[in-house]
């Protein structure tokens, strides 16, 4: 963005003042995030940032908080930590099935009432989470599944598959289906055409969408918050009960630990919307 | 020419017509049937669940099931002088059953909802009903308390007789039905409901603009700079898009408390003396800044893939045909950013009238909103028809929103970054 030499001042000064402002947007996204990092080494039970901290003293800094997570006998967060990943491979695996073939048939042009059923599919994603989180409760707590990770498991299927539905009819939407079709005059059957030609060329929009379901699993707290008993306690829970209670540096120990998973999340679907644009061929 | 050559026929001999048709509908079942475990699955867990809250709010079944007999009677009354003989035994006979079964109280505590002073009137009546005489129940029943004689309690039970109500949803909007049946509100200084709405709608209207101001900037800047750069300012927007909702607001919670480094800055700077730093969490402020940090990524996205688009020739165009650059952007770029605009909007709009958690961990008492009164009477008062209510009339307010976006952009043209 540098500017030509003959800039006049004025746009010059507006120049710098609109990356100022950008800038600053910026810093206001990121920023928050950064200040977890350094409070959760920090030696001493407080929140903020102590005299020690400020002048760099070493002493100031310690490794206790995330003793206190691994080892802490009143901690709660490896049965929080076990249950979390549990439930939410499960909810992906079963978001991932369910929407990748909802999304199959979605895609074809011969589907019917197309627009009525897509409005169904994705409104889990519309509804706003407390009231999903009460229809869903009245659904568990009559089937008897309420404070079982089954029901919490099916819940988060249901939160977790608008999305993959979502990327994977998008990727599918760049489909050739003329391979198909060559396959099928090849002499192969529907399953071994899905299993060899197009799943292979939907798998980025398959694995995205299966991202978003493990996070959006992983990050819930609305939902399970009504369906969890004290044995399905979740990293979220333990997250939502820390912070209502009492702040205590252990919570930041984990909240650094998401920051890093986050991350690498991040990173895996960065390079797979980067792969699976150059599959479909659009050039940005 | 005989009718063959009018027809065309596949090899089997059958019309081609006939054939394609009967082809086109397999396909037809065959699409539908990838679709079908889904949307079966997502009937049964979600949209009957959701039925399910619309029967609970309007539910008044209880009162009706403990008066049957009652209410056969009083249908032919009607509602002006006290009721006959009639009603008077058939209640009677009802209320010896729910004496029989322990019941009484709870029609107490529900008559007391519909007027105040049934209570002990009931309480009095199973006493003295134990001690009644077979016949002219009208008679003994206006003996025991003046009030049983008062034509207005007979109305107040007539009232309770149908099985549904809409007096959750009048309660959602701090209005009631008053004793001649007329919808009124209640007093001034008990409306709390419609200044949680009237809260929620003010929320997330400058959540939504305070996004929008923001973001526009730096999705311009994004969709501007050469590749190499860009990408790596996008990771300010998609981390915090990615990390934990729960994450995020801790680190604002750390940040405004009144011992946390915004407040540190602000008196290091000067801003404020150290003994009066301001409270920035437990109230609106805190509801405000962090939503706004929260949702910017969803603002974010839908207006850098909308700027994307734009070619850069336009804007020069604008301003080689004698436009300043004030003028060529507001008449040229501005116009083609509005579908993203919109978007952007709307879907912040969305997310933020429905929020929860963020509220209930930094909005304090005055920055909560109706999520967290739902939740409230879901976990503590145990109200679910009320929940319910108040629920689905969120839920109408987020349809008619997403419904003015569909219109605008589509659902197809939702993207997820």
């Known amino acids: 963005m540098a500017l030509p030499k003959h800039t006049e001042l004025h746009y010059r000064i507006w120049h710098y003042f609109y990356l100022f402002i950008c800038g600053s947007v910026f810093f206001f996204l990121i920023a928050p995030l950064f200040v977890i990092f350094p409070l959760s080494f920090n030696a001493e039970e407080f929140l903020s940032f102590s005299d020690g901290m400020k002048s760099l003293d070493p002493d100031a800094f310690s490794l206790r908080w995330y003793k206190d997570m691994i080892y802490g006998t009143k901690n709660p967060w490896g049965l929080a930590a076990k249950n979390s990943f549990i439930i939410a491979i499960f909810a992906t695996i079963g978001s991932v099935l369910l929407g990748t073939v909802a999304a199959l048939g979605l895609s074809s042009r011969h589907m019917p009432y197309k627009g009525i059923i897509m409005a169904i599919l994705i409104s889990p994603m519309i509804v706003p989470l407390i009231i999903s989180g009460v229809a869903i409760f009245f659904f568990m707590a009559k089937s008897g599944l309420a404070a079982t990770h089954t029901g919490i498991v099916l819940a988060h299927i249901i939160l977790g598959t608008p999305f993959v539905v979502i990327t994977v009819t998008a990727t599918l939407s760049g489909f050739d289906h003329s391979v198909t079709r060559a396959a099928a005059s090849l002499g192969s059957n529907p399953v071994n055409t899905f299993m060899k030609i197009t799943l292979p060329l939907i798998l980025p929009g398959v694995i995205s969408g299966g991202l978003f379901a493990f996070v959006t699993s992983f990050d819930e707290v609305v939902v399970v918050l009504f369906l969890a008993g004290l044995e399905n306690t979740t990293i979220p829970i333990q997250m939502w009960t820390g912070l209502r209670e009492q702040l205590s540096p252990t919570i930041l120990a984990v909240a650094t630990c998401l920051i890093i998973l986050s991350t690498l999340i991040l990173v895996t679907a960065e390079l797979l919307r980067r792969r699976s644009e150059r599959l479909r061929g659009i050039n940005r | ?417």
């Open chain 2, 1 to 417: 020419m005989s009718s063959e050559t009018n027809q065309i026929l596949t090899t089997d001999g059958i019309p081609l017509e006939v054939s394609l048709k009967k082809a086109e509908r397999r396909n037809k079942i065959k699409a539908f049937l990838l679709v079908a475990p889904l949307l079966l699955f997502l009937i049964i867990t979600y949209v009957f669940p959701i039925g399910d809250m619309l029967m609970r709010s309007v539910d008044d079944k209880m009162v009706t099931e403990m008066l049957p007999k009652t209410f056969k009677a009083m249908e032919k009354w009607d509602g002006k002088e006290l009721p006959e003989e009639e009603v008077f035994a058939a209640f009677h006979e009802d209320f010896i059953k729910l004496v029989k079964e322990k019941r009484e109280g709870k029609l107490s505590t529900q008559l007391n909802y519909t007027k105040n002073g049934f209570k002990s009137i009931i309480k009095k009546l199973r006493r003295k009903s134990k001690s009644f005489e077979e016949g002219n129940y009208k008679e003994q029943i206006m003996a025991v308390h003046k009030r049983w004689a008062d034509v207005e309690y007979w109305k107040a039970i007539k009232r309770r007789a149908p099985a549904i109500t809409g007096q959750k949803y009048l309660k959602g909007m701090d209005m009631y039905k008053n004793e001649s049946g007329e919808i009124v509100s209640v007093e001034e200084d008990r409306r709390i409901h419609r200044i949680l709405w009237l809260r929620t709608l003010e929320i997330a209207f400058f959540v939504t603009l305070f996004c929008f101001l923001m973001a526009y900037p730096i999705a311009h800047l994004l969709a501007t700079l050469p590749m190499k750069y860009s990408n790596l300012l996008m990771i300010c927007v998609l981390l915090p898009f990615w990390t934990s909702l729960l994450v995020r607001t801790a680190s604002w919670m750390i940040l405004l408390q009144q011992q946390g480094v915004v407040n540190d800055f602000f008196v290091w700077i000067g801003l404020v003396a150290d003994n009066a730093r301001p409270e920035m969490m437990y109230n609106k402020t805190g509801t405000y800044v962090a939503m706004t940090q929260i949702l910017l990524p969803f603002m974010v996205l839908p207006l850098y893939s909308v700027m994307k688009t734009i070619s850069p020739s336009l804007m020069r165009a604008g301003k080689s045909l004698g436009g300043t650059p004030i003028v060529a952007f507001w008449k040229v770029y501005f116009p083609l950013t509005i579908p993203g605009i919109g978007a952007g909007c709307l879907l912040c709009f969305i997310l933020a009238i429905g929020y929860y958690i963020t509220p209930a961990l930094v909005g304090g008492a005055s920055g909560t909103l109706i999520s967290n009164q739902i939740a409230f009477h879901m976990k503590s008062t145990l109200d679910w028809s009320f929940a319910s209510a108040m629920g689905l009339m969120l839920l109408a307010g987020v349809l008619a929103i997403y419904w003015v976006y569909n219109k605008l952009v589509g659902i197809d043209n939702i993207k997820l970054g």
